[in-house]
């Protein structure tokens, strides 16, 4: 059996994008506010629903169908994260928000724009890998102010840290509008 290559196998598990109406995004739960642990200062969450990558040990299964969850209009998320008050940014968690870029798009494009709001996100595939594959989920990168890109490995698991949960994470400090990474740590 020859060797996986891990690279070809990301760009076809991206390519499997969530299926929703225009309009709408597939949520594993409810909004989150004041939340302190998913980037800098306190922070609005939205946790997506569906991922393709299910890392062993992730501490979110229950987010890797994609047909569970809730689908939701867009506006209806835009209306409650308009109500959060005192927040510093909103992060993208899941789930895997790549798998649901449009929508995430639109979300984060909002936030920054009528709020304010600086825009993070999660995702179990590497950045080289959305450069890579382009269209929405690019466009998605390029909306953030910083990535923490690459699976949960549970052999590189370190509580220790911040904002990572394995040693092969990267926190990836973003230009808006490019995608440029300005920093990484």
Same mark, same amino acid.
């Given at each position: 059996?020859?060797?996986?290559?891990?690279?070809?196998?990301?760009?076809?598990?991206?390519?499997?994008?969530?299926?929703?109406?225009?309009?709408?995004?597939?949520?594993?739960?409810?909004?989150?506010?004041?939340?302190?642990?998913?980037?800098?200062?306190?922070?609005?969450?939205?946790?997506?629903?569906?991922?393709?990558?299910?890392?062993?040990?992730?501490?979110?299964?229950?987010?890797?169908?994609?047909?569970?969850?809730?689908?939701?209009?867009?506006?209806?998320?835009?209306?409650?994260?308009?109500?959060?008050?005192?927040?510093?940014?909103?992060?993208?968690? /899941? $789930? +895997? &928000?790549?798998?649901?870029? %449009?929508?995430?798009?639109?979300?984060? *494009?909002?936030?920054?724009?009528?709020?304010?709001?600086?825009?993070?996100?999660?995702?179990?595939?590497?950045?080289?890998?959305?450069?890579?594959? /382009? $269209? +929405? &989920?690019?466009?998605?990168? %390029?909306?953030?102010?910083?990535?923490? *890109?690459?699976?949960?490995?549970?052999?590189?698991?370190?509580?220790?840290?911040?904002?990572?949960?394995?040693?092969?994470?990267?926190?990836?400090?973003?230009?808006?509008?490019?995608?440029?990474?300005?920093?990484?740590?």
């Amino acid at each position: 059996m020859g060797k996986v290559d891990y690279h070809k196998l990301s760009l076809e598990k991206l390519a499997k994008q969530v299926e929703v109406p225009d309009g709408m995004v597939r949520l594993s739960g409810p909004l989150e506010h004041d939340n302190i642990v998913n980037g800098d200062g306190l922070r609005a969450v939205v946790w997506t629903q569906g991922c393709p990558n299910h890392c062993p040990g992730c501490q979110n299964p229950e987010t890797w169908e994609y047909c569970s969850g809730m689908v939701v209009p867009i506006d209806d998320i835009l209306g409650q994260l308009s109500k959060f008050k005192g927040q510093a940014g909103l992060t993208f968690c /899941g $789930g +895997e &928000p790549m798998v649901q870029a %449009k929508a995430c798009k639109k979300i984060a *494009d909002y936030v920054r724009k009528e709020l304010g709001w600086n825009v993070w996100s999660f995702s179990g595939f590497t950045y080289e890998v959305i450069k890579e594959y /382009g $269209g +929405e &989920p690019w466009e998605f990168l %390029k909306s953030l102010d910083a990535l923490i *890109d690459g699976p949960f490995i549970l052999k590189q698991r370190d509580l220790s840290l911040k904002y990572r949960g394995s040693r092969n994470q990267r926190l990836l400090r973003l230009k808006h509008g490019t995608g440029e990474i300005l920093a990484v740590e």
